[in-house]
């Protein structure tokens, strides 16, 4: 017996390199600008963006099988959690109401992670990820149009309010237009020079928000909106009165963050070449949100903002996620009464930038899906109108069933039958299936599907009509282990009617847990002697065995007294 493979284990701790000490570094100071303007586009306090970026930070590194992954508060995330918090009627500023939506979303992603649901995410379609995002980009625009301009768009959805916006150009307030113009221009300027294009974004906050201090203008500020303490998270009690009302929104916002993490391991190898863990991935943001609950961190997962401005700036191991919360809590302890100091039309401009990105960085994969087939493009669009029109977590829901049926639909157009004809050198030959069967002769047909029931009538119309003394052969190699009941049923009276013309059906390739099934639904009984022919580790020698014994029952049949 062969032994059995290792487990799969978390690659070790290690130590810390100098350039993830730097990495850490970059990306502590990325958070400070981008956790505050993702907590404040969705209403929430500042302050608790920033936290996002510590605890959870830490605690994700330590126990992510994607070693450099960094989770933290993402745009997404925290649009989501403020939908689910207005739909349930709850106060986005009770931190007892946050801590709890945070504990409850890390409890459904542990959920997941222990019973191995990694899989289900395979089955949200590009085509809703793709609307799904340009949506949420959208969202970020619009959240921070009234900071970009000092103008608030009015209307029931974000492309009316952005259509609002425009209308009213003659509504812009003049020192914010141009601070966050400003903002967008250094930003431009830094990114454009390759070694400051990972960090152009703090770039861009620094010197604009420097340029306001000496000019003196007047523009809002953080400290408007919030003040920020120079001490680390603490402790927060969640409210376990809110539980009730948050269970489905918690579940929305563990799909929205684990969808948004799975691609991230792709993406971003673990450069020890440790292979990646989808489950324990999920633990990992499970433990992040558990632990960043209970200390004034929102909602969290895997960011790939984050995680690239990591990497980019030189992270080598999990120590470069470790340091990024280490580097943010010692700038929030000593410099808190600076960044109460950055004006929020920079935020706003940033986040502009942000969401420009997503839109330009999604334009490949638009044009993509409008080129592979109607119905996806119909998804990506129904996806991005949901996303703008609906409560986002109703937007997830929609997601969800679009890409069900857009699985169902494609598996139902790929399942076909096709011929097989014994050519020279022992090979076979594809043809198309006869309309009938040939008396006295043999017809082999290849099935290729998943037993999914919508695939049935496709089949079934093209199955050939019985004849006397008639063998049809089903190669059932691509066949799941358990078929579809309706799959069972079909064949089964498949078998009946060409029993009754006097033919035989026989099943070639048939997994073991398939034969049992066969047997418990009287499928086996139907088939006959011989019906079922069990699959080998050589691929055309059941078949070759069972068109022996087709031809030797047909020649049997031939002697037989009319």
């Given amino acids: 017996m062969k032994p059995a493979p290792p487990k799969a284990r978390r690659p070790p701790l290690g130590r810390p390199k100098p350039s993830d000490v730097s990495a850490g570094l970059v990306t502590g100071l990325f958070s400070i600008p981008e956790g505050m303007a993702y907590a404040a586009i969705a209403g929430f306090n500042p302050v608790a963006g920033l936290f996002s970026g510590v605890v959870p930070a830490i605690v994700g590194s330590l126990t992510a099988r994607t070693v450099l992954m960094v989770t933290t508060l993402t745009s997404a995330i925290a649009l989501t959690a403020q939908s689910v918090l207005a739909d349930a009627g709850l106060d986005a500023s009770s931190t007892g109401t946050i801590a709890m939506l945070a504990l409850m979303t890390g409890a459904v992603m542990l959920l997941m992670g222990v019973l191995r649901l990694g899989v289900v995410l395979s089955f949200v379609s590009n085509a809703v990820m793709t609307g799904f995002s340009v949506g949420i980009a959208l969202q970020i625009v619009t959240g921070v149009l009234k900071d970009a301009t000092g103008y608030k768009p009015h209307g029931h959805n974000k492309l009316a309010q952005l259509a609002d916006w425009l209308a009213h150009i003659g509504s812009w307030q003049l020192a914010a237009t141009l601070t966050a113009a400003a903002t967008i221009a250094v930003w431009a300027l830094a990114h454009a020079v390759r070694r400051l294009r990972t960090v152009a974004l703090l770039v861009a906050m620094v010197a604009v928000s420097v340029a306001i201090a000496v000019l003196g203008t007047d523009v809002e500020l953080v ?45 971003v190898p673990n450069p020890d070449g440790s292979k990646p863990d989808t489950n324990r991935d999920f633990t990992a943001q499970g433990l992040a949100n558990v632990a960043g609950g209970l200390f004034q961190s929102l909602p969290v997962g895997g960011s790939l903002s984050r995680t690239g401005v990591a990497v980019s700036a030189g992270a080598r191991t999990r120590w470069a996620g470790i340091f990024s919360g280490l580097w943010l809590a010692a700038i929030v302890l000593t410099l808190a009464p600076l960044a109460e100091r950055i004006p929020m039309p920079v935020i706003g401009g940033l986040i502009i930038v942000v969401g420009a990105e997503l839109i330009t960085g999604k334009i490949a994969d638009i044009r993509l899906v409008l080129k592979t087939s109607p119905l996806s493009a119909a998804a990506m669009v129904l996806t991005f109108l949901a996303t703008t029109q609906l409560p986002l977590q109703q937007a997830i829901i929609l997601g969800a069933v679009l890409s069900l049926l ?68 089903l190669v059932l190699r691509a066949l799941p282990d358990v078929p579809s009941s309706a799959m069972v049923k079909l064949l089964r009276r498949r078998a009946d009617e060409l029993q009754r013309a006097g033919g035989r059906l026989m099943l070639v390739g048939v997994q073991p847990p398939l034969a049992k099934i066969a047997a418990d639904t009287g499928l086996a009984d139907h088939l006959g002697p011989g019906g079922i022919v069990a699959a080998d580790g050589a691929l055309f020698d059941p078949l070759n065995a069972a068109l022996a014994d087709a031809r030797a029952w047909i020649a049997a049949r031939s002697q037989e007294p009319a």
């Avoid at 919030?226 to 009165?241: K, N, R, V, Y």
Wanted: proline share 11%; net charge neutral.
């Fill in 406 to 473: 857009l699985y169902c639909a494609q598996a139902a157009r790929q399942a076909r039958l096709v011929a097989l004809r014994p050519a020279d050198g022992g090979r076979w030959e594809t043809a198309a299936p006869p309309a009938a069967l040939t008396p006295g002769q043999v017809t082999v047909l290849d099935y290729n599907g998943v037993s999914l029931f919508a695939e049935l009538p496709r089949i079934d119309a093209r199955w050939p009509e019985p004849a006397k003394d008639a063998v049809l052969i």
């Fill in 223 to 267: 400290k408007g909106i919030a003040d920020i303490p120079s001490a680390l998270p603490h402790f927060t009690a969640p409210d376990w009165s809110a539980a009730p009302h948050l269970i489905g929104g918690a579940v929305s916002i563990a799909l929205v963050a684990l969808a948004q993490a799975a691609g991230i391991s792709p993406t």
